[in-house]
């Protein structure tokens, strides 16, 4: 059975240094957003809280970018 974290690392090897580029600067915008201090290079000192903050609210609002391009 393939593990799901070396799909991930294989999948993020695959994508062109310009998504990788916009995906950082979604990142550092949407932590920035929401008040955590993120680094570029190592962000260890981050809570799973925080960390996983920046995330919930990209996905946030990626769904919301989608939805409004449907209407």
Same mark, same amino acid.
């Given at each position: 059975?393939?593990?799901? #974290?070396? $799909?991930?690392?294989? +999948?993020?090897?695959?994508? @062109?240094?310009? %998504?990788?580029?916009?995906?950082?600067?979604?990142?550092?915008?949407?932590?920035?957003?929401?008040?955590? #201090?993120? $680094?570029?290079?190592? +962000?260890?000192?981050?809570? @799973?809280?925080? %960390?996983?903050?920046?995330?919930?609210?990209?996905?946030?609002?990626?769904?919301?970018?989608?939805?409004? #391009?449907?209407?």
């Amino acid at each position: 059975m393939a593990n799901s #974290n070396s $799909n991930y690392s294989s +999948n993020k090897s695959n994508l @062109s240094a310009s %998504a990788k580029e916009a995906l950082n600067k979604f990142k550092m915008e949407t932590a920035r957003e929401i008040g955590v #201090n993120l $680094n570029e290079g190592y +962000n260890g000192d981050l809570t @799973s809280k925080q %960390a996983g903050s920046i995330g919930g609210q990209m996905v946030k609002k990626l769904v919301q970018q989608a939805e409004n #391009n449907l209407k």
